[in-house]
């Protein structure tokens, strides 16, 4: 395999982490990097931190999101360069420098899943894995203009990715195609979740929605319940429109009243002079 083109300075320097996807499978084909806080067997972890990744062992094993992109076909090109420990939604790493966003050279690429997000944009992979605990696909991906995602917590497995809280902690990752986007999620995101529905929806009770397609209703009893909410915020809509109407023309006229009062007293006070 040759060097992975680094034009954004995406991957870790000096690092050489690679490793051909199955024959087959729904991704075979496309190329794909890994932010620097998935383990991959044989390297170290270094969570973006140098000192770290000195001082820890090469991982056993090759973390569970990984592992099913490769066995769905895709080739692992690279490890990204992250913010240090995760911790910052900057795009900045003291030890590795800082990725450039491909979209906005000028301007920060966002983090902490930086160095995934840069690969992304700028083209070098297909599609590149992240984590967000508070934005850090999530901001990445709005920075630089690609599609990213952070799935419901605990809907992608996060082993063998290093923790930064790990009640918030999400695989998500990017990709500026959006049926490379939507296949990836069809490989990491279904499977026993895939018939999944919610059983309750909370819905802000100002909000206006369109009514639900039939097979989108979670519960009829619920859909129609909806319908008729709406409908009653619309019938009280029209009659507070229609009195504060009602309150106006009124003023208007106890107005246009208190003028010809006025007129006429003026008229008189005019006549007796």
């Known amino acids: 395999m040759n060097a992975p083109d680094d034009t954004f300075g995406a991957y870790l320097p000096g690092s050489d982490v690679r490793l051909s996807g199955a024959a087959a499978?729904?991704?075979?084909?496309?190329?794909?990097?890994?932010?620097?806080?998935?383990d991959v067997a044989g390297h170290a972890t270094g969570n973006?931190?140098?000192?770290?990744?000195?001082?820890?062992?090469?991982?056993?094993?090759?973390?569970?999101?990984?592992?099913?992109?490769?066995?769905?076909?895709?080739?692992?090109?690279?490890?990204?360069?992250?913010?240090e420990m995760c911790f910052s939604m900057v795009g900045s790493n003291p030890y590795y420098g800082d990725p450039v966003n491909p979209r906005a050279p000028e301007r920060?690429?966002?983090?902490?899943?930086?160095?995934?997000?840069?690969?992304?944009?700028g083209g070098l992979v297909d599609f590149a894995l992240g984590t967000d605990c508070g934005g850090s696909v999530r901001v990445p991906a709005a920075f630089c203009g690609l599609l990213g995602i952070r799935p419901t917590h605990g809907r992608i497995s996060a082993e063998g990715v290093v923790a930064l809280a790990s009640s918030f902690d999400?695989?998500?990752?990017?990709?500026?195609?959006?049926?490379?986007?939507?296949?990836?999620?069809?490989?990491?995101?279904?499977?026993?979740?895939?018939?999944?529905?919610?059983?309750?929806?909370?819905?802000?009770?100002?909000?206006?929605?369109?009514?639900?397609r039939r097979d989108q209703c979670v519960d009829e009893e619920w859909a129609?319940?909806?319908?008729k909410q709406r409908i009653k915020r619309q019938?009280?809509?029209?009659?507070?429109?229609?009195?504060?109407?009602?309150?106006?023309?009124?003023?208007?006229?106890?107005?246009?009243?208190?003028?010809?009062?006025?007129?006429?007293?003026?008229?008189?006070?005019?006549?007796?002079a």
């Open 108 to 121: 920060v690429t966002g983090g902490s899943s930086c160095g995934s997000a840069a690969a992304a944009a």
């Open 224 to 227: 129609a319940k909806r319908a």
């Open 235 to 272: 019938k009280a809509a029209e009659r507070a429109a229609a009195k504060a109407a009602e309150q106006a023309a009124d003023k208007a006229a106890e107005r246009a009243a208190d003028k010809a009062a006025e007129q006429t007293a003026d008229n008189a006070a005019d006549g007796g």
């Open 25 to 38: 499978g729904p991704l075979q084909g496309l190329r794909f990097a890994a932010k620097d806080a998935f």
């Open 170 to 212: 999400v695989v998500g990752w990017f990709s500026r195609d959006g049926a490379i986007f939507e296949k990836l999620g069809r490989v990491l995101l279904y499977g026993e979740g895939a018939a999944f529905r919610p059983g309750r929806l909370l819905l802000p009770e100002d909000a206006d929605f369109h009514p639900l």
């Open 48 to 83: 973006g931190n140098a000192d770290w990744a000195a001082s820890h062992p090469p991982a056993e094993t090759t973390a569970a999101a990984v592992s099913a992109v490769l066995e769905a076909g895709a080739e692992l090109v690279g490890k990204t360069i992250c913010d």
